[in-house]
């Protein structure tokens, strides 16, 4: 059942701190110029893909059928959530995207390995279901809000801030002033999940799909 209001006195500052460290690492990697906005929304919805992908070993009851449509669901959902930053991006820059294969190797092999970790962990634990739960299904709710919220934050808020990066950074501030939003959303929404109790968890866990 849903709070009826944010109890912030559960909030675990160790968890936002943790996610303000990666948001952090994240940042510099863009100001550097050393990944650009495009990838980084390709990650977070790889990563959306490939969790919704393993879940189905943590809820068999499922079957292969519901299994593969849930994937497929996930799929179009980030193709719908992911091309309204990508436009607003592709317009700030106004320049074509460049990869570097190897960053993009690098980058999505970093991602796969965390995931498989996190699903070890999680199979090995005494509850398999609330471990994923509190690790994964958590996770993967901040990415799809954030990139839902994003969508507005990014058109007012984060065009603002990539129109005064112009003046001091203009090679990377279409990623940097959008990157930032997002990564400010998501830590929000980290404090505010981070406030749920083992309870709450529980209940998530035992069923967290909407049919």
Same mark, same amino acid.
């Given at each position: 059942?849903?709070?009826?209001?944010?109890?912030?006195?559960?909030?675990?500052?160790?968890?936002?701190?943790?996610?303000?460290?990666? %948001?952090?690492?994240?940042?510099?990697?863009?100001?550097?110029?050393?990944?650009?906005?495009?990838?980084?929304?390709?990650?977070?919805?790889?990563?959306?893909?490939?969790?919704?992908?393993?879940?189905?070993?943590?809820?068999?009851?499922?079957?292969?059928?519901?299994?593969?449509?849930?994937?497929?669901?996930?799929?179009?959902? $980030?193709?719908?959530?992911?091309?309204?930053?990508?436009?607003?991006?592709?317009?700030?820059?106004?320049?074509?995207?460049?990869?570097?294969?190897?960053?993009?190797?690098?980058?999505?092999? *970093?991602?796969?390995?965390?995931?498989? *970790?996190?699903?070890?962990?999680?199979?090995?634990?005494?509850?398999? %279901?609330?471990?994923?739960?509190?690790?994964?299904?958590?996770?993967? %709710?901040?990415?799809?809000?954030?990139?839902?919220?994003?969508?507005?934050? $990014?058109?007012?808020?984060?065009?603002?801030?990539?129109? %005064?990066?112009?003046?001091?950074?203009?090679?990377?501030?279409?990623?940097?002033? *959008?990157?930032?939003?997002?990564?400010?959303?998501?830590?929000?929404?980290?404090?505010?999940?981070?406030? *749920?109790?083992?309870?709450?968890?529980?209940?998530?866990?035992?069923?967290?799909?909407?049919?």
């Amino acid at each position: 059942m849903a709070k009826k209001s944010i109890q912030w006195q559960l909030m675990k500052p160790r968890v936002v701190v943790n996610e303000g460290i990666q %948001a952090a690492l994240v940042m510099f990697t863009l100001a550097m110029g050393f990944m650009k906005l495009p990838m980084l929304l390709g990650l977070w919805m790889l990563e959306l893909v490939i969790m919704t992908a393993l879940s189905a070993s943590f809820y068999p009851q499922r079957g292969r059928r519901r299994a593969i449509m849930d994937v497929l669901k996930m799929i179009v959902l $980030c193709a719908f959530l992911g091309i309204f930053p990508l436009v607003m991006y592709f317009g700030a820059a106004k320049a074509s995207m460049k990869f570097e294969p190897s960053s993009i190797v690098s980058a999505v092999a *970093m991602l796969v390995l965390r995931i498989a *970790m996190i699903a070890r962990t999680a199979r090995a634990a005494t509850d398999p %279901a609330l471990a994923w739960a509190n690790a994964a299904l958590t996770r993967g %709710a901040v990415v799809v809000i954030g990139l839902f919220l994003g969508v507005f934050a $990014c058109f007012l808020p984060g065009m603002l801030i990539v129109g %005064a990066l112009r003046y001091v950074a203009p090679n990377v501030a279409p990623d940097v002033g *959008m990157g930032l939003v997002l990564l400010v959303i998501q830590i929000g929404l980290v404090a505010v999940l981070s406030t *749920m109790t083992e309870a709450e968890l529980r209940e998530i866990a035992g069923n967290p799909y909407i049919d």
